[in-house]
Nanobody, 121 residues
């Protein structure tokens, strides 16, 4: 089984910064794409940023220039540096990773439990 543990959420004033971390553990042969999603109250879950195993990144238009996604493959960790935070960034942030548990298995996506980010105005 694969587990994802997120950390780094909290309450911050507008204009501030937070850094989210997500560590994958368990039986893992290879981690492919990793990403961060968020879900605000009453809204659907949306992609914030993703990063491939070769560190190609993709960002939602709403966070471009403010958020930076990165990964440390040796630590099985993905990070989300969030700068210039706005009240509209308030949401639960979820980590998602695509994992192969053996060399012969297919790729399966796993989700973390989520971490709350609240930006006050």
């Amino acid at each position: 089984q694969v587990q994802l543990a997120e950390s780094g959420g909290g309450l911050v004033q507008a204009g501030g910064s937070l850094r989210l971390s997500c560590v994958a553990s368990g039986i893992i042969f290879k981690i492919n794409d990793m990403g961060w999603y968020r879900q605000a109250p009453g809204k659907e879950r949306e992609l914030v940023a993703s990063i491939t195993s070769r560190s190609t990144t993709n960002y939602a238009d709403s966070v471009k220039g403010r958020f930076t996604i990165s990964r440390d493959n040796a630590k099985r960790t993905v990070y989300l540096q969030m700068d210039s935070l706005k009240p509209e960034d308030t949401a639960v942030y979820y980590c998602n990773t695509d994992v192969q548990i053996t060399s012969a298995s297919g790729v399966r996506g796993y989700w973390g439990q989520g971490t709350q980010v609240t930006v006050s105005s």
